[in-house]
């Protein structure tokens, strides 16, 4: 997971440096078994690994107690909703069609990006560009291009 490791040594020199204050994700497929058991703990600096129960209190307080700005945006078509939610992080469910109506031309296509803006009390700040969606194969199985 050539992907999962990069991000975790970005996110460990940042945090090296000064503490977190946001961590933003954009997606077209999110799945919140990923987000909750491999992205949040390496944003508090816990482990990545499966998180049962009462972990996952633990796990959202220090995330509340760090204060970072967590938030994943994914179109609204595209979460696993197989996977229990066991974390109060911001999903940000995003429809094309309420941007077309707005003015912006999107309505027609998918939300698709697929973005990690990472940013320290500094002011260093990451920003990875892949063609990853927040999912295990995303991040482990696919081929995906990361910039």
Known sequence: MKLYSR?????GTLRAESPLTRAWFTSFNLSPYFVENYILPVLVGDPPCPVRS????????????????????????AI????????????VPVDPAALQRTGLPFGRGVFHPKVIFLQNASGTSWLFVSSANLTVSGWSRNREAVL
């Open 7 to 11: 991000f975790k040594e970005v996110v």
């Open 80 to 91: 696993d909703l197989s996977e229990s939610r066991r974390t109060a992080v911001r999903f």
């Open 54 to 77: 009462i972990g996952f209190e633990a796990l959202f307080h220090k995330l509340l107690e760090s204060q970072i700005d967590v938030r994943f945006y994914y179109d609204h078509r």
